[in-house]
């Protein structure tokens, strides 16, 4: 196991609807080379909504 922290980012989510950041998330850039995308609620839209990385 690696020690701390490397290669691990906090990224954002931003709902693809109404392009708000909703959420949170870590990625870990050795494993994950492709960009996040996740289906989850928006509080906003009121359904479920692809969210997709933010690049800072
Ligand atoms: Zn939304």
């Given at each position: 196991?690696?020690?701390?922290?490397f290669?691990?980012?906090?990224?954002?989510?931003k709902?693809?609807?109404?392009?708000a950041?909703g959420?949170?998330?870590?990625?870990?850039?050795?494993?994950?080379?492709?960009k996040?995308?996740?289906?989850?609620?928006?509080?906003?839209?009121?359904?479920?909504?692809?969210?997709?990385?933010?690049k800072?």
């Amino acid at each position: 196991m690696a020690q701390g922290k490397f290669g691990e980012r906090l990224i954002k989510l931003k709902c693809s609807g109404c392009k708000a950041i909703g959420y949170y998330t870590r990625k870990n850039k050795k494993l994950v080379e492709r960009k996040i995308e996740l289906k989850k609620y928006c509080k906003k839209c009121r359904k479920h909504q692809i969210h997709k990385e933010l690049k800072k």
